[in-house]
């Protein structure tokens, strides 16, 4: 900043007053720029309908700050300055009214804008005391003795106007354009017939450039980024305090989200000015969806690199992550282990047929759907039953169809709560999450937990189930075949009553006899093929006796089907297969 030097005895000058001002403005003028750059601003200047009501507003005092040439004109006896320029502040001390007279047409309505600009105007004139060279006792008045008043003021001044629209029906006016050197502060909206003025009425000019708050307080609250989303799902765009005309790499946004996103997502920080780009998440990917949640408050950060948004964060709302690499970093959804419907500890004990069954598990994966959300339902302890519909009960229907399977399934809904519901199994076989149409209300995760056999009179057979394998068969209820044909080659034996269409494995007894001494043997296999035989009861020659051999998890290659051979040399022989157990 300069300053002005004078010395002892000089005789002092107008111009040191004058260029001490000057100066004294030029550094401020820099100041200003510096914390408030080039463009217009305004501070203050707030528009209130007036009290009592009328047809008139107020606008308060305030600032205006805008780039300016020096002067324009001579300052006294100093020269017009218009080769630099610098930021000036225009000062309205008072508050002023303009009238807004409604339109004097029925169905109506005007819109007034209030403008401003910035004024460099000379101001209190004042009759001054000149030096009278010719006869120094007596003072001059006015210049040479001319009577004439000076200015004594340049009044730096906000300068409003107020500008009428054209009225036309409700709706379809139109605000009148801001004029050159101005800018745009209020619209002001009178219908025909009305008598006063209400806040209702008076709105801000879209883009005007009024400061919220004090710089201090705009640094506290950080309200100059903090933006209005008032775009459509997938589309962001928002509106903020000072509307940017471009955006720098790593300019950061804060905005007040007005809907949640569906998938992939755009942003603009100033729609029609500045060209929508890409939201990606913190791994520099497309979104997915509930990113971002109404109400929620996001930040997205510009990436010139990459031409697009990054979202860093949205309050109430799922967050994108990049892969982790080491031990202490959050994982991807795709990263977290668990198998759904793996399980820890998970029983069933139904000592007696009934209506009910009660599981327990130390800890249950579900999942929304396949590769999809997972969760850990820990601690898990539910009943299902017939008679009621829903968790705890059946997904359609409330009685157990009879000689038929039921799919059983973990579950939690969306506020947490824990429980599991039945499905009789459809015909393409229980899936490992439901996929049926009757989800229960709520429920955002399931898991296939048990597929539980009915009698003939619509109850659960008594059984103990343990992990993913039933065991609820007696000798006589599981027996698969009784049968004196011999089969040379793998022949398909269906165990529909026994199993369900999701039963992966089978577990049983071989029994054979004949009636006279000979070589014999059964054999149970996956497939049609002769291999992988998981039970193989083998009678050498000579012997008549009854006997019988274990067979442990036969694979089961086709739905409900497990395929056999039966051979015999001597005698009737009698063939037998059980199932004592199955594994889902």
């Not at 750059?37 to 305030?62: D, E, F, I, K, R």
């Not at 017009?80 to 009238?99: M, S």
């Not at 067979?551 to 009737?572: C, D, F, V």
Request: aromatic share 8%.
């Amino acid at each position: 900043m300069d300053r002005q030097t004078v010395y002892a005895g000089q005789v002092p000058l107008e111009t040191d007053l004058l260029n001490t001002n000057r100066n004294v403005l030029v550094a401020l003028g820099k100041v200003f720029g510096d914390l408030l750059g080039t463009s217009t601003l305004a501070a203050g200047l707030g528009c209130v309908p007036t009290s009592p009501a009328s047809l008139s507003v107020q606008v308060q005092p305030g600032q205006l700050y805008a780039l300016q040439n020096l002067d324009n004109t001579a300052y006294s006896s100093l020269a017009a300055d218009t080769t630099h320029q610098i930021v000036k502040q225009g000062i309205l001390l008072d508050a002023k009214t303009f009238a807004c007279a409604a339109p004097t047409t029925a169905g109506y309505s005007t819109n007034y804008l209030i403008e401003a600009n910035y004024a460099d105007v000379d101001t209190n004139a004042v009759v001054l005391p000149f030096y009278n060279a010719s006869n120094p006792q007596q003072a001059f008045s006015g210049p040479g003795g001319n009577g004439q008043p000076s200015m004594t003021t340049r009044a730096g001044q906000v300068v409003l106007t107020l500008k009428p629209g054209v009225a036309a029906a409700t709706g379809s006016q139109v605000t009148p354009a801001v004029d050159a050197g101005c800018i745009g502060l209020w619209v002001v909206t009178v219908a025909y017939g009305q008598a006063t003025i209400t806040s209702a009425n008076i709105s801000q000019y879209t883009g005007a450039p009024i400061l919220p708050t004090s710089l201090l307080q705009s640094l506290i609250t950080n309200n100059l980024e903090y933006g209005i989303d008032n775009g459509t799902a997938g589309a962001v765009q928002a509106t903020f305090p000072l509307a940017p005309t471009a955006v720098a790499d790593n300019q950061q946004f804060w905005v007040k989200i007005k809907s949640a996103n569906p998938g992939a997502t755009t942003f603009t920080p100033n729609p029609g000015v500045i060209a929508p780009a890409p939201v990606v998440g913190a791994a520099h990917q497309a979104l997915q969806g509930n990113e971002l949640v109404a109400n929620g408050r996001a930040l997205f950060v510009y990436r010139a690199d990459i031409t697009s948004y990054v979202l860093e964060s949205c309050t109430g709302a799922s967050l994108q992550t990049g892969a982790a690499t080491a031990s202490q970093h959050a994982v991807q959804f795709g990263q977290v282990a668990g198998v759904v419907g793996s399980s820890r500890n998970l029983k069933c004990n139904n000592a007696t047929a009934g209506a009910s069954l009660t599981f327990t598990a130390d800890e249950i994966v579900a999942e929304s759907a396949l590769g999809s959300l997972r969760y850990c339902l820990a601690n898990f302890n539910a009943t299902v039953a017939s008679g009621t519909t829903g968790l705890g009960g059946l997904d359609t229907g409330t009685t157990l169809a009879a000689n038929s399977f039921y799919a059983v399934y973990a579950a939690i809904k969306s506020d947490g709560t824990k429980g599991a519901f039945l499905q009789l199994e459809p015909a393409g076989g229980a899936t490992q999450v439901y996929s049926g149409a009757n989800l229960p209300a709520n429920v955002v995760a399931t898991a296939l937990i048990g597929a539980w056999p009915t009698n003939s009179s619509g109850q659960f057979f008594a059984g103990f189930h343990s992990d993913r394998t039933l065991s609820c068969y007696t000798s006589t209820q599981g027996q698969a075949l009784n049968s004196s044909t011999t089969q040379a080659s793998p022949t398909a034996l269906s165990i529909s009553s026994l199993v369900p269409k999701c039963a992966k494995y089978v577990s049983g007894n071989l029994q054979m006899v004949s009636t006279a001494a000979s070589t014999e043997n059964l054999g149970v296999y996956p497939t049609s093929g002769a291999f992988g035989v998981q039970g193989n009861l083998f009678a050498a020659a000579g012997s008549s006796a009854s006997i019988s051999q274990p067979y442990n998890r036969l694979q089961i290659s086709t739905p409900q089907t497990i395929y056999y051979t039966a051979t015999n040399t001597a005698g009737t022989p009698t063939f037998q297969i059980f199932v004592t157990s199955y594994e889902i």
